[in-house]
């Protein structure tokens, strides 16, 4: 059982005298205080028992920082820190009932894997009997049994990475945190151990926070998700929220594969009166749904960055009020083709079924008119604030 609450953290890292005459304001887009660097700023989070909880975003956006927090590897500048109530600020990290699983897997070569998994116990002095029933149940939970004997070198990166899960999850911790535990694998192995990841969770009773900078990881296995930028939150949801109700224009660029498209736009009210979008020679007017969030707003028309997402665009053959966009690249990925198009002076893509196409190909400097629908687009103030969500 672990309940966690995050308040009003933050980090800085003091500055030496000459960086402060460097900078006094920003760096590498983090905040410069006469304190010193702000790497995490007034981060706020409750954890429910045994949720997993996914920070993403960019290198250097503070989402390790805040891990090691939570794990007692880095001190806390000012907020608070709840671990099941108690407050853990100035506690041990041995005391904290927390494992951790690194992106090195930390391994101790010399061991065997028996003995990797034993450690932790040992240090505990935990009864032999004991100890034993944790390493084997621990070892059938990983699939990792047959190799309790082999030392780490004769172990591929994805069995050792097991064996990186499986010496902290011998511990029965209440909180189990993982910092980029799959980055060194290639995409099959990463596809294998994010399964084995899913199954984990509901293996063992641990409250699971999991880093990364990889927005397919925290689509697939997060109850919510924390995305950071700049060592601030940005958003807060479920996979589908922040995925289909994305807060800020960083939110929507950075969740998706591929990304958002983006165009310049103009919100407008038509003769009728409704709210409608207009992009280069097209004229959409928007959902009912998208109607009533925007009059609840009281919003005025204005100039806007509209965003699609690429498989919710539509090709047209006819002529008409459409954009037009030019094919720069066109990539064959077997159920798909995705078009690099260049339109109203942006970059974007545009995912077409092979079954649309019928026999149709669409060769580099192709033409083509597209449009999207009421209910997929999202607005964008020049702020990029989500209109519907402000």
Same mark, same amino acid.
């Given at each position: 059982?672990?309940?966690? /609450?995050?308040?009003h953290i933050q980090?800085?890292?003091?500055?030496?005298?000459?960086?402060?005459k460097?900078? *006094?304001h920003?760096?590498?887009?983090?905040?410069?205080?006469?304190?010193?660097v702000?790497?995490?700023d007034?981060?706020? &989070?409750e954890?429910?028992?045994?949720?997993f909880?996914?920070?993403?975003g960019?290198?250097g956006?503070?989402?390790s920082?805040?891990?090691?927090?939570?794990?007692?590897?880095?001190e806390i500048t000012?907020?608070?820190l709840y671990?099941d109530?108690k &407050?853990?600020?100035?506690?041990?990290?041995?005391?904290?009932?927390?494992?951790?699983v690194?992106?090195? +897997?930390?391994? +101790?070569?010399?061991m065997?894997?028996?003995?990797?998994l034993?450690?932790?116990?040992?240090?505990r002095?935990?009864?032999?009997?004991?100890?034993?029933?944790?390493?084997?149940?621990a070892?059938e939970?990983l699939?990792i049994t047959e190799y309790l004997e082999?030392?780490?070198?004769?172990l591929?990166?994805g069995?050792?990475?097991?064996?990186?899960?499986?010496?902290?999850?011998?511990r029965?911790?209440?909180?189990?945190?993982?910092?980029?535990?799959?980055?060194?694998?290639d995409a099959?192995?990463?596809?294998?151990m994010?399964?084995?990841i899913i199954?984990?969770?509901?293996?063992?009773?641990?409250?699971f926070?999991y880093?990364?900078?990889?927005?397919?990881?925290a689509?697939?296995?997060g109850?919510?998700?924390?995305?950071m930028?700049?060592?601030?939150? @940005?958003?807060?949801?479920?996979?589908q929220?922040?995925?289909d109700?994305?807060?800020?224009?960083?939110?929507?660029?950075?969740i998706?594969m591929? @990304?958002?498209?983006?165009?310049?736009g103009?919100?407008?009210?038509?003769?009728?009166?409704k709210?409608?979008?207009?992009?280069e020679?097209a004229?959409?007017?928007?959902s009912e749904?998208?109607?009533?969030?925007l009059?609840?707003?009281?919003?005025?028309?204005q100039?806007?960055?509209?965003?699609?997402?690429p498989?919710?665009?539509s090709?047209?053959?006819k002529?008409?009020?459409?954009i037009?966009? *030019?094919v720069?690249?066109?990539?064959?990925m077997?159920s /798909?083709?995705?078009?690099?198009?260049?339109?109203?002076?942006?970059?974007?893509?545009?995912?077409?079924p092979?079954l649309?196409?019928?026999?149709? /190909?669409y060769?580099?400097? /192709?033409?083509?008119r597209?449009?999207f629908?009421d209910?997929?687009?999202?607005?964008f103030?020049t702020?990029g604030?989500?209109?519907? +969500?402000?």
């Open positions: 059982m672990a309940t966690i /609450s995050l308040r980090k800085i890292y003091p500055q030496s005298a000459e960086d402060k460097k900078n *006094t920003r760096t590498n887009n983090l905040k410069i205080t006469d304190e010193g702000v790497a995490v007034d981060f706020n &989070l954890i429910a028992d045994r949720e909880i996914v920070f993403v960019p290198s956006c503070g989402k920082t805040t891990l090691r927090m939570v794990a007692g590897l880095e000012r907020g608070e671990i109530g &407050l853990m600020n100035d506690i041990e990290p041995k005391d904290r009932d927390i494992a951790m690194f992106q090195n +897997y930390a391994l +101790y070569p010399h065997s894997v028996r003995q990797n034993q450690f932790p116990l040992e240090l002095k935990v009864p032999k009997d004991e100890m034993d029933r944790r390493v084997n149940e070892a939970i699939s082999r030392k780490p070198k004769a591929s990166g069995q050792r990475q097991r064996v990186a899960i499986g010496r902290a999850i011998v029965d911790p209440k909180v189990l945190l993982m910092d980029e535990p799959l980055s060194n694998l099959k192995l990463r596809n294998q994010r399964a084995e199954k984990l969770r509901q293996k063992i009773n641990s409250t926070i880093v990364t900078h990889d927005q397919t990881e689509m697939t296995l109850d919510r998700i924390v995305i930028k700049d060592g601030e939150i @940005q958003q807060i949801g479920t996979p929220e922040v995925f109700e994305p807060k800020n224009l960083f939110v929507a660029g950075f998706g591929p @990304q958002m498209n983006f165009y310049n103009r919100l407008v009210k038509n003769k009728a009166g709210y409608a979008v207009q992009v020679n004229e959409i007017e928007l749904e998208k109607q009533k969030n009059e609840d707003r009281n919003t005025e028309p100039e806007i960055t509209v965003g699609v997402r498989e919710h665009i090709l047209h053959e002529e008409g009020a459409m037009e966009g *030019t720069d690249v066109s990539e064959m077997g /798909s083709v995705h078009l690099h198009i260049n339109a109203c002076g942006k970059d974007g893509i545009i995912i077409v092979t649309e196409l019928k026999n149709k /190909s060769g580099i400097g /192709s033409k083509v597209f449009t629908g209910n997929v687009i999202h607005m103030d702020e604030m989500n209109l519907e +969500y402000k």
